[in-house]
Structures are given as C-alpha cells and as structure tokens.
C-alpha cells in the first residue's frame, strides 16, 4: 500500500521561504514520476512542479525562479524548497507519486503566506 506524507507547511510572511516535504512508502520510489500540486479555496488543483524519474523538471510559470523540487531517491522522498514567497502562493500543497499509469496522493500542507 502506497503512502505519501506531506510536512512543512507553515504560517509565512511575504518574501520568506519554506520546504515542504514528501515523504513516500510502500512504493517503487526511484522508478515514479513526482509532483507537487496546490490548490487554494475555491480554485482548481494546479500542478506546481515535476519531476522525473531521471531528474528533468518542469514548473509553473508563476513560480519558476522561486521554486525548486528536487528528490532524494535513498530517502523515498521528494521536496519542494520555496524562496520569495507571495500570498497568491498560500494553498493546501499536495505531492503526488505516479507509478506506471497510476496515481497516489498525500494528505496535503497548509501554505500560508500573509502578513
């Protein structure tokens, strides 16, 4: 049974920085794709950041430059460092494991930045 647990999110003032982390069992870690998705109340799921399974990425225009995913294969876990962060960036952050063709999906952190 695959499990993903997100951590990290946190009450932030604008221009500040966090790390979220995801940390995943049960799953064939270094052979799946990796994202991070965010969705803020009322708006749809966007994906935020990805990467493969060989280390390509790919972001979110609004974040690129501020944002870094990265994964660390011997720990089954996958981060996504956030630097000059905005309040249109507050949302419940989600990472998502793909496996093949199949999805799973952590619980989600808060991001909060405001003032």
């Known amino acids: 049974q695959v499990q993903l647990v997100e951590s990290g999110g946190a009450l932030v003032r604008p221009g500040g920085s966090l790390r979220l982390s995801c940390a995943a069992s049960g799953a064939s870690f270094s052979m799946s794709t990796l994202a991070w998705y965010r969705q803020a109340p009322g708006k749809e799921r966007d994906m935020v950041a990805i990467?493969?399974?060989?280390?390509?990425?790919n972001y979110l225009n609004s974040v690129k430059g501020r944002f870094t995913i990265s994964r660390d294969n011997a720990k089954n876990t996958v981060y996504l460092h956030m630097n000059s962060l905005k309040p249109e960036d507050s949302a419940v952050y989600y990472c998502?494991?793909?496996?093949?063709?199949?999805?799973?999906w952590g619980q989600g952190t808060q991001v909060t930045v405001s003032s």
């Open positions: 998502k494991l793909r496996f093949i063709v199949t999805d799973y």
């Open positions: 990467i493969t399974t060989g280390g390509s990425t």
